[in-house]
T-cell receptor
Framework: KNEVEQSPQNLTAQEGEFITINCSYS?????LHWLQQHPGGGIVSLFM???GKKKHGRLIATINIQEKHSSLHITASHPRDSAVYIC???????????FGTGTSLTVIP | DVKVTQSSRYLVKRTGEKVFLECVQD?????MFWYRQDPGLGLRLIYF???????EKGDIPEGYSVSREKKERFSLILESASTNQTSMYLC???????????FGPGTRLTVL
């Protein structure tokens, strides 16, 4: 049983499309993270949020605590957005982090 | 900028060898973590440390040990490497439990 589920697992989009990646979790959390991992590269933190919505450039992250769901949106997608996007949550009952298996995004020019 | 560095990007070892993976962070972070990442399984926590000489087991500690003698350095040790420990190993650090984690570039370990 995975505490964090992401969908879709793989996503291919045309450049310029609006993209949504979903994350659902089953534990109580104190924070949710969206991470980005480029092929062969390390992991970069995009957002950390515990409520509402955050925006950074073309990236928007939202969270609904009651529904235990978060979405990552990318507007006007670009080939350089091609990466694996990982959702992670920090449990509110200890120091545990739970990670989704990632969504592999490919943006075609 | 926070910098987390790992001793090697790629490593090839033989079954039974003792393997040391080192991680160093330069931002005086309290917490440090070791993960492994495998296709289809995502990131799994091996060990973490919230202070010097302190360590806690994660989800998959078997076959691994860790050492944190100094605040900035967290080492992962494979006492006797096995082929099922072939993986990408990622180190991370965070200021404390309430802040985001910063990741190193990863070490791709192959055990033959």
């Amino acid at each position: 049983k995975n505490e964090v589920e992401q969908s879709p697992q793989n996503l291919t989009a045309q450049e310029g499309e609006f993209i949504t990646i979903n994350c659902s979790y089953s534990v109580g959390i104190s924070a949710l993270h969206w991470l980005q991992q480029h092929p062969g590269g390390g992991i970069v933190s995009l957002f950390m949020l515990s409520s509402g919505k955050k925006k950074h450039g073309r990236l928007i992250a939202t969270i609904n605590i009651q529904e235990k769901h978060s979405s990552l949106h990318i507007t006007a997608s670009h080939p350089r957005d091609s990466a694996v996007y990982i959702c992670a949550v920090r449990s509110n009952t200890g120091n545990q982090f739970y990670f989704g298996t990632g969504t592999s995004l490919t943006v075609i020019p | 900028d926070v910098k987390v560095t790992q001793s090697s990007r790629y490593l090839v070892k033989r079954t039974g060898e003792k393997v040391f993976l080192e991680c160093v962070q330069d931002m005086d972070h309290e917490n440090m973590f070791w993960y492994r990442q495998d296709p289809g399984l995502g990131l799994r926590l091996i060990y973490f440390s919230y202070d010097v000489k302190m360590k806690e087991k994660g989800d998959i500690p078997e076959g691994y040990s860790v050492s944190r003698e100094k605040k900035e350095r967290f080492s992962l040790i494979l006492e006797s490497a096995s082929t099922n420990q072939t993986s990408m190993y990622l180190c991370a650090s965070s200021l404390d439990h309430y802040n985001e984690q910063f990741f190193g570039p990863g070490t791709r370990l192959t055990v033959l």
